[in-house]
């Protein structure tokens, strides 16, 4: 009895707590993606959409289907069974039929529509001087990130190095590549819809436009050992004024700490354009 008390008593400090850290807001909006600050979320937006709303759709299709055939054919209304092998020619033509229409009008335009975002958007890389580089390293347990500094040349004593701290400017196109030390990790940012895997030997790549200033999340989408909770990171996107600040410091603080004897410091690469 004691023991019971004290369960209920415990869940109750528990349900309180839980309710005041989500006062602010509905559980709707607890419910919604977080905000889309990339130049493409969109895309992926609507394609999750596209494929939640056809799924919701078709389950409501088949619950009809099953409860409403369940009703109307019951033993009561129905005392001699009706047996069907759907053998004939109108039957299979309207298989046939149904399953063709299905395939051609939205698995072939769900796959339309993603080789045509992935080949002219998220595979488009941009190039080139105004593209703002950034160098990951992922490890148990966690993100390691290279800046190739003033000279814009990575793996020289001008690098700005961060851990689980990305820093970068605002309406600008950045380019992440991507690289494991140990196991598959993934570098995830929910808020541009985007994800890659961080896979040991191999360079991935990533790009995307930020445009709301603001603290973010980063997250390793990838189970990666027992501390994969860890690789949770900060991103931050300054605006251009903030950026030029950070960036001086930063690089201010890169020049004092990079050492040339530690070799370990440098693992960043030659860019991969
Ligand atoms: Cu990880």
Same mark, same amino acid.
């Given at each position: 009895?004691?023991?019971?008390?004290?369960?209920v008593?415990?869940?109750?400090t528990?349900?309180?707590?839980?309710?005041?850290?989500s006062?602010?807001?509905?559980?709707?909006q607890r419910?919604?993606?977080?905000?889309?600050?990339?130049?493409?979320g969109h895309?992926?937006?609507?394609?999750?959409?596209?494929?939640?709303y056809?799924?919701?759709?078709f389950?409501?299709?088949v619950?009809?289907?099953?409860?409403?055939?369940?009703?109307l054919?019951?033993?009561?209304?129905?005392?001699?069974?009706?047996?069907?092998?759907g053998?004939n020619?109108?039957?299979?033509l309207?298989?046939?039929?149904?399953a063709?229409?299905?395939?051609?009008?939205?698995?072939?335009?769900?796959?339309?529509i993603?080789?045509?975002?992935y080949?002219?958007?998220?595979?488009?890389?941009?190039k080139?001087?105004?593209?703002?580089?950034v160098?990951?390293?992922? #490890?148990?347990w966690?993100?390691?990130?290279?800046?190739?500094?003033?000279?814009?040349? /990575?793996?020289?004593?001008?690098d700005?190095?961060t851990?689980?701290? /990305?820093?970068?400017?605002?309406?600008?196109?950045v380019? /992440? #590549?991507i690289?494991?030390k140990?196991?598959?990790?993934a570098?995830?940012?929910?808020?541009?819809?985007?994800k890659?895997?961080?896979?040991?030997?191999?360079?991935?790549?990533?790009?995307?436009e930020?445009?709301?200033?603001?603290i973010?999340?980063?997250?390793?989408?990838e189970?990666?050992?027992?501390?994969?909770?860890?690789?949770?990171?900060?991103?931050?996107?300054?605006?251009?004024?903030?950026f030029?600040?950070?960036?001086?410091?930063a690089?201010?603080?890169?020049?004092t700490?990079?050492?040339?004897?530690?070799?370990?410091?440098?693992?960043g690469?030659?860019w991969?354009e």
């Open positions: 009895m004691k023991r019971t008390l004290k369960f008593a415990l869940m109750l528990l349900s309180t707590g839980l309710a005041s850290a006062e602010k807001m509905s559980l709707w419910m919604q993606p977080p905000e889309d600050i990339g130049t493409y895309l992926i937006h609507y394609l999750f959409n596209f494929t939640t056809l799924n919701i759709f389950f409501g299709l619950c009809i289907g099953i409860f409403g055939f369940s009703f054919y019951s033993a009561k209304r129905h005392k001699k069974p009706l047996y069907t092998h053998k020619k109108k039957e299979i309207t298989v046939v039929g149904i063709l229409a299905v395939f051609i009008i939205i698995d072939m335009q769900i796959t339309r993603s080789a045509h975002d080949q002219t958007v998220f595979m488009n890389f941009p080139g001087k105004d593209v703002y580089k160098e990951v390293m992922a #490890q148990q966690m993100w390691n990130v290279r800046l190739p500094g003033k000279d814009d040349v /990575f793996n020289t004593l001008d700005i190095v851990n689980n701290d /990305f820093h970068v400017p605002v309406n600008k196109k380019v /992440f #590549q690289i494991s140990d196991v598959i990790h570098l995830y940012i929910p808020n541009i819809r985007m890659v895997d961080a896979t040991p030997g191999k360079i991935t790549r990533m790009w995307a930020f445009t709301k200033p603001g973010y999340e980063i997250a390793c989408a189970i990666c050992g027992t501390h994969h909770y860890k690789m949770r990171a900060r991103l931050v996107v300054h605006d251009a004024e903030d030029v600040k950070w960036q001086e410091s690089q201010a603080i890169a020049l700490v990079n050492n040339p004897e530690e070799p370990d410091n440098f693992w690469w030659q991969k």
